[in-house]
């Protein structure tokens, strides 16, 4: 890209302008955000007498790249330098009448309000979003508008509404075959069942956030939901084996990223695991002697039919229990281990009937 800017004469502006916003993709891809923000600068010249498009994608890629160093450094004059620089942005795009991209600037400028806690004025810029793709009638954008303003709504803790909208954004996602959009917003939905005390719904659907993200390439978005997973469910619902794998899960899809928010999650779902896996205290949050019980319960079963190799009736004797009294077990008070016997076998009726 820098060899095909040396022929370019002054002139050549549009061409100019594009190669330098693809040059600085490059260096964002590569988390490389200061040589990013110091091609824009020096290339603001060449922007300077461009058009209103143009000057609205420069102000654009100022405003991302600022957030993505507000992020991985903390940094937060470089969020309000964002927010001046997508308010451009939208400016811009709209004297140059490209509506598409001026819903697209203000669901990112709503985000990043949703991010300061600023969620009045983030409905604001979602709701002139809504209206410009309600009109041009793109289902997709407007679906990423709508997670937008789920997670807003959750921020608010008005779980009802959320719920409500997430389910048509994953809807037309799925529909649409954009899969790392709709681990996200599964990912979301995993968040509003756990609020509304729908806990079981809540982790199959943060594990399928999880599963479709790693298939279709999405590591972050995957690491994302592990630590939602971690962090709604991983003090009481989750058993301490799952708790602690899906733990490495998330650490290993996590293990590039310089976004501090993300470390400091993952160090907060380590504590979470950490406590787990030192035992139930009789001071801890929510503590019941039936729960603790229970936990202690369901670890030995667990292993026994681990090293059984799911066989039922090997566990018990493991146990000192009758099978029957395991089989109970499984079926009633620790159903998340059915899982991990092997298929019950049909017994076969003698054809010898009993005397009369």
Request: aromatic share 8%.
């Given at each position: 890209m820098r060899e095909a800017l040396k022929p370019l004469t002054e002139t050549d502006v549009e061409l100019k302008a594009k190669i330098l916003i693809r040059l600085t993709l490059v260096e964002v891809w590569e988390n490389r955000y200061h040589e990013a923000l110091s091609i824009l600068k020096d290339a603001e010249p060449v922007f300077e007498s461009a058009n209103d498009a143009l000057k609205g994608r420069w102000h654009g890629q100022r405003a991302i790249i600022l957030l993505k160093l507000a992020t991985t450094e903390s940094r937060p004059d470089y969020a309000d330098n964002a927010i001046i620089e997508f308010t451009a942005a939208i400016y811009h795009y709209e004297q140059a009448k490209h509506e598409r991209y001026c819903a697209t600037n203000s669901n990112n400028l709503a985000f990043l309000l949703y991010k300061?806690?600023?969620y009045q004025e983030a409905h604001e810029y979602l709701d002139r979003a809504q209206l410009i793709l309600t009109k041009l009638k793109d289902t997709g954008i407007l679906a990423q508008v709508d997670e937008t303003r789920a997670r807003v709504l959750v921020a608010e803790k008005r779980y009802q509404e959320a719920g409500r909208i997430i389910a048509g954004v994953v809807k037309v996602f799925d529909k649409?075959?954009?899969l790392a959009l709709l681990a996200a917003a599964l990912t979301v939905q995993g968040?509003?069942?756990?609020?509304?005390?729908?806990?079981?719904?809540?982790?199959?659907?943060?594990?399928q956030a999880m599963k479709i993200a790693q298939e279709c390439g999405a590591?972050?978005?995957?690491?994302q939901a592990a630590l939602m997973l971690i962090e709604e469910h991983g003090a009481m619902r989750l058993h301490e084996t799952e708790l602690y794998h899906v733990y490495l899960r998330a650490?290993?899809?996590l293990k590039s990223t310089q976004d501090v928010e993300d470390v400091a999650r993952l160090r907060a779902c380590a504590r979470i695991v950490m406590r787990r896996l030192s035992g139930v205290r009789l001071r801890d949050k929510n503590f019941t002697l039936q729960?603790?019980?229970?936990?202690?319960e369901a670890r030995f079963i667990e292993q026994a039919l681990e090293d059984a190799e799911g066989s039922v009736t090997r566990a018990a004797e493991m146990l000192g229990m009758k099978y029957q009294t395991l089989a109970n077990l499984l079926k009633q008070r620790h159903k998340r281990l059915q899982k991990k016997r092997t298929p019950a076998k049909k017994r076969k009726q003698s054809i010898i009937k009993e005397p009369e």
């Open positions: 300061l806690d600023r649409s075959g954009e968040v509003v069942w756990a609020r509304l005390c729908n806990f079981q719904s809540s982790i199959n659907i943060l594990h590591p972050v978005n995957a690491g650490d290993a899809l729960g603790a019980v229970r936990d202690f």
